[in-house]
């Protein structure tokens, strides 16, 4: 039988972060596990890649501006490449009810110390021509939001968490939790063998619920299928572009590989766990963008795909210990903001194993428990 101290389960940019800030605290053998033959291959590699610190509330935005800050610093910290352009996020309000709640937004964002910019509709129309204004009302912009390489920062933090003496084991399925009378976290039953440990965290995404029922525990995140279309090489539009959000309809597109990247939410879609294509609602993502953004008529789809959010009911991270099973940490729930998250996301669930609460940021408002112990939830409401 194999052992180890510490066992993270999903090799995403979330578990890859945990797994390497684990190890920065020399904690013991530390072993990450991967059911896919690649890092990275599922929400990961199928997000967007954007990064943004325009958020509803607190706790959001300071986990986005502790990650932007290691995002900046990538190659410093990680002595790895990272495809990152803050070329900005614009955020079109088109209804009173958006723009009376971005006018709060832009006072919690400045409490949090952001320098972001309320542009009026002349000053949308002056500076992102594209844009058709139809029921623009104004826009918020942060310099510092922008877009990564969702590959880049899972290898790198994947490379980091190697050299820092993390084995990575891809192909490894969790078949169980091996929990002492329901209480205590012994090992990992996997379809390589069992793994000894005393400390478990999940990292699973939009697979969270059902393995942390393995061990008795609900954690309520639910799968919802998230699409993408990207174009051939389209330069009708200048660079740099900042991605570009309609939050009335969820529309966002940004710069991708020389063309252009168009994401859109069914928010009418039941959750499931299809990552399929549905080409009739491919063709509304389509005529929205064109109508948002005319000149997008020039541009011409190349590559379609779809991808899992893990959402929570309240849009926020779930990050904690789940008790009552000793031993048993999740990370997981980003409900489509895990990559921009990832850095702290790693942060703060390292000092929650190790020293059994964040030093960085206060994790209250992101416990499991929120849900059954008549916590006020406060949804997200900036999710696209």
């Known amino acids: ?64 501006l502790l990650s932007i800050e290691h995002f900046e610093h990538w190659e410093e910290e990680m002595h ?8 900005g996020y614009l955020f079109l309000l088109t209804t009173e009810e958006l723009e009376a709640a971005f006018r709060k937004n832009f006072e919690l964002w400045k409490t949090c110390g952001m320098n972001a910019e309320w542009l009026s509709p002349a000053d949308v129309a002056k ?47 969790v078949t169980g939790l091996d929990v002492v009378h329901g209480r205590r ?22 697979w969270t619920r059902p393995i942390a029922g393995k061990a008795g525990v609900d954690v309520p995140i639910e799968p919802f299928r998230r699409q993408i279309i990207t174009t051939d090489k ?30 859109m939410s069914n928010e009418l879609e039941p959750s499931s766990f299809n990552q ?4 009739e ?11 948002r953004i005319p000149l997008l008529e020039q541009a011409s789809p190349k590559a379609k795909w779809a991808g899992l959010y893990e959402t929570t009911p309240d849009h926020h991270p779930i990050i904690d210990k789940c008790a009552p099973v000793e031993g048993l940490f999740v990370c997981a729930g980003f409900s489509g903001h895990g990559l921009m998250h990832a850095p702290a996301a790693g942060i703060v669930t390292s000092e929650l194993v190790l020293d059994g609460k964040s030093k960085t940021i206060d994790l209250k408002r992101v416990k499991l428990s929120r849900f059954t112990d008549g916590s006020e939830l406060s949804d997200e409401r900036n999710v696209i």
């Open 80 to 87: 790895e490449p990272l495809q990152y352009r803050q070329w």
């Open 281 to 291: 609602y491919g063709e509304k993502m389509l005529m929205t963008a064109m109508h």
């Open 127 to 173: 500076r992102y021509p594209y844009v058709n204004m139809e029921g623009v009302r104004g826009a918020t912009f942060h310099q510092r939001d922008g877009f990564g390489d969702p590959n880049d920062i899972t290898q790198g933090f994947a490379k980091a968490a190697r050299d820092a003496g993390v084995q990575v084991r891809t192909g490894v399925e």
């Open 276 to 279: 399929t294509f549905d080409e």
């Open 1 to 64: 039988m194999e052992s180890a101290d510490i066992v993270v389960i999903g090799g995403g940019c979330i578990g890859t972060s945990i797994a390497y800030y684990l190890a920065k605290r020399k904690p013991g053998k530390v072993m990450l596990l991967e059911r896919n033959e690649f890092l990275g291959t599922e929400s990961t590699g199928k997000c967007a890649g954007g990064i943004r610190a325009q958020f509803s509330t607190e706790v959001n935005v300071r986990l986005s």
């Open 185 to 206: 976290i012994t090992g990992v039953m996997t379809n390589k063998g069992k793994i000894a440990t005393q400390k478990v965290v999940l990292a699973t995404g939009a």
């Open 234 to 263: 389209f330069d009708a539009i200048k660079d740099p572009w900042p991605m570009t959000v309609d939050l009335s309809t969820t529309l966002y597109c940004h710069r991708e590989s020389g063309g252009v990247l168009i994401g």
